[in-house]
């Protein structure tokens, strides 16, 4: 299967974005090596803040979260899963799979050798991330999630089902307008064009079109199983847990509430529901969630 690798001029003077990249190689039984890609901002031995993105962006969604982190003494690590931002690109669907992924994210996560790590996670971050805390407990100090949910097959809301249509269904898979649709404030044209920025043609969206398509909706579809095994472990997380959601999301609206009720760890944490936040919230109160995230860690 060929592997696509976005030019590197497509990122060149994005709005907000001095990031250079990092890569580290990790392997995969069908498609041998690939390249993943990660932002990092602050000291090398910082407390690490693990940022994790969903669908269909990359880690330019915390260019608004990286700095405030770093300038706090954290090392902020927000990697580009496989198939998006600078990563390496699997051109054919069939590469994707909710267990490639969690693989590749493991793997990666394994590679950098991180410890009493702080999650935070949105999206298809969170459905990842989750698996990933299950997967290393061990390797995490606290998680923080955001419009996000560890989908076991239950029966999707009208607005997920809405999306996972439209994103089969439409000939051009516009990301800058998706996300744009996705806030509650707006995003603005440089913004948009750095959201297309890794896909220079549709054959680069094989990951974002596969994506909408993997959500667990059912209790026998690929992942559910396994994300009951990752709900096991977070119903004995004692570790803190903090849900910082959006107040307008219809995709994950309440989700929030069914983690304070599960997980342990989230009995008496300082729980926010963001004001004027879409899904994309990180682009509506980006400094906030930072804010929020950066005094947490210190009471926990």
């Known amino acids: 299967m060929q592997i696509l690798r976005t030019p590197e001029d497509r990122f060149s003077g994005l709005e907000d974005w001095p990031f250079a990249p990092h890569h580290v190689d990790i392997t995969d039984p069908r498609l041998g090596t690939l390249r993943v890609a990660h932002a990092e901002a602050g000291p090398a031995g910082g407390p690490v803040v ?29 990697p580009d899963l496989v198939g998006f931002g600078r990563s390496d690109k699997p051109a054919g669907r069939e590469a994707f799979s909710y267990a490639a992924h969690v693989h590749w994210l493991v793997q990666w996560f394994d590679r950098l050798d991180l410890h009493r790590v702080t999650l935070f996670c949105q999206d298809w971050g969170g459905l990842l991330g989750l698996r990933l805390v299950a997967a290393r407990p061990d390797r995490f100090a606290r998680v923080a999630v955001a419009n996000t949910w560890l989908p076991t097959g239950e029966p999707p809301s009208e607005a997920f089902l809405a999306w996972q249509a439209y994103s089969q269904r439409v000939p051009l898979f516009d990301c800058g307008w998706i996300v744009n649709g996705g806030t509650a404030r707006g995003i603005s044209a440089s913004a948009k064009a750095a959201y297309d920025a890794p896909f220079p043609d549709e054959r680069f969206k094989a990951g974002a079109r596969a994506f909408p398509m993997l959500v667990p909706t059912s209790p026998t579809m690929e992942g559910a199983a396994e994300n009951r095994k990752a709900w096991v472990v977070l119903e004995q997380w004692t570790k803190p847990f903090l849900t910082l959601f959006g107040d307008s999301d219809p995709v994950t609206a309440g989700a929030e509430r069914a983690f304070q009720a599960r997980v342990p760890g989230a009995r008496g944490q300082p729980h926010r529901l963001m004001q004027r936040a879409g899904h994309f919230l990180q682009e509506d109160v980006g400094p906030e969630l930072a804010e929020a995230l950066i005094g947490w860690c210190g009471q926990s």
Do not use: K, Q, V
């Open 50 to 78: 693990l940022c994790l993105h969903g669908e269909p962006t990359w880690s330019y969604l915390y260019r608004r979260m990286l700095p405030p982190l770093a300038a706090a003494g954290f090392r902020a690590i927000a």
